[in-house]
């Protein structure tokens, strides 16, 4: 199930992808193939209110 709205644009190795269904082919192609990618993330600043 691919998360996006049914305009969506993604770039991958310099060419768009232009669809929702282009998009979940694009995936689905990539996990077929064994290209894995990882995101790591962390946030820069946190900030809580007293509120």
């Given at each position: 199930?691919?998360?996006?709205?049914?305009?969506?644009?993604?770039?991958?190795?310099?060419?768009l992808i232009i669809?929702?269904?282009?998009?979940?082919?694009?995936?689905?192609?990539?996990?077929?193939?064994?290209?894995?990618?990882?995101?790591?993330?962390?946030?820069?600043?946190?900030?809580?209110?007293?509120f």
């Amino acid at each position: 199930m691919t998360c996006a709205n049914e305009d969506a644009v993604l770039m991958r190795n310099n060419l768009l992808i232009i669809g929702k269904t282009a998009i979940a082919q694009q995936f689905e192609t990539q996990e077929a193939s064994g290209d894995t990618t990882s995101l790591s993330w962390k946030p820069d600043f946190v900030d809580v209110s007293n509120f």
